[in-house]
């Protein structure tokens, strides 16, 4: 009898829990749930947490008729003990998660599933992203790649996945590495991705699935916290890091500290924002003086120059037509 109902309860359990959640998302909650009921692959639960939301987020999410929708109210704990909550909850093989303001492509869940069905060895999934603004409209595709297999090197460097919306994770893979470090209030996703590489294979679908919304807001308040979380994430990346890769730490820094160069003069207003850029622009050309021959660097630099001789509107103007290939921070959960 007790065998009889595992095996019902087994086939009841879906393939895929996907997992949103949501503090104060009145705005765009509606459209990300409508981009998960629009998923080509149809055998997934979807959980939400409310995390503690005090606009009309929860009364929204009561007006949806949904028979795969759960949702589930707690007080505030941020993102990471919001993702936790909702693994507790979790039934499916793999997990999804998707933060309340992003949206997926129909074939997401469909593609990374098969990827990783194919790949028995691949713990997680990822895809493509491009960012989109607070009305929904393109601007630009965040950095694409393609390492597959052992990515633990290459996630050393750098969170290349971008943000929590992106992969589709083995439920083993998940139990093996436990949960996100409530402790972090940013760069919790980097962290995570770290401790799922050091023990599974990674598989790319090589195809923008995932739209990140970017707020068009200043993030002159959120730069130092964002710096102090991604300095704690890379050195306990590297303390618990083989050896054999201690030789990637300067180079890892040096990629934190260039990244938050460019988001301080892209995001930062005023003169304050091309202090900062230029005081983590030199700390990581200290790191790894080799970045100076980087075409991104010096294009970078270049735009600092122009910045600090010119009018920012005129130096934006200029700096146009010198382009810029970083990789857009992907950062919600400051």
């Known amino acids: 009898m007790i065998l009889k109902f595992h095996y019902i309860y087994a086939i009841c359990m879906p393939k895929i829990s996907v997992i949103i959640p949501a503090y104060n998302a009145e705005r765009t909650i509606l459209e990300t749930i409508k981009s998960v009921q629009q998923q080509t692959f149809l055998d997934f639960e979807l959980t939400v947490i409310n995390d503690g939301s005090t ?97 633990y090197s290459q996630l050393l460097l750098g969170n290349f996945l971008g943000s929590g919306s992106v992969p589709l994770i083995r439920r083993q893979a998940i139990e093996s590495v436990g949960m996100f470090n409530p402790l972090l209030k940013s760069a919790e996703d980097w962290d995570y991705y770290l401790r799922l590489a050091a023990r599974w294979h990674f598989v790319v679908v090589p195809k923008i699935q995932v ?16 710096t102090e979380y991604l300095l704690k994430v890379h050195e306990q990346a590297f303390r618990s890091a083989p050896p054999e890769f201690q030789y990637l730490k300067n180079q890892s820094l040096a990629n934190i500290y260039q990244n938050l160069a460019h988001l301080c003069l892209t995001r930062v207003p005023g003169d304050d924002g091309v202090k900062q850029a230029s005081q983590n622009l030199k700390k990581a050309v200290s790191l790894k003086p080799k970045l100076l021959l980087n075409r991104k660097i010096q294009r970078l630099a270049m735009k600092l120059v122009l910045m600090q001789l010119l009018s920012r509107k005129v130096a934006s103007r200029l700096t146009k037509f010198i382009g810029n290939k970083f990789p857009e921070p992907t950062d919600k959960n400051l």
């Open 55 to 151: 606009d009309r987020t929860l009364d929204l999410l009561n007006t949806i008729a949904e028979p795969r929708l759960k949702v589930f109210s707690y007080t505030n704990g941020g993102l990471s003990v919001a993702r936790n909550r909702g693994l507790e909850n979790a039934t499916g093989e793999f997990i999804a998660f998707l933060d309340a303001d992003d949206l997926w492509k129909p074939d997401k869940l469909e593609l990374q599933l098969s990827a990783l069905q194919n790949n028995l060895a691949a713990g997680v999934a990822y895809s493509w992203t491009c960012f989109i603004d607070e009305d929904g409209n393109v601007l630009f595709p965040h950095e694409a790649v393609l390492f597959q297999g052992n990515v």
């Open 211 to 226: 739209l990140y919304r970017r707020s068009s807001g200043s993030l002159s308040s959120k730069i130092k916290p964002m």
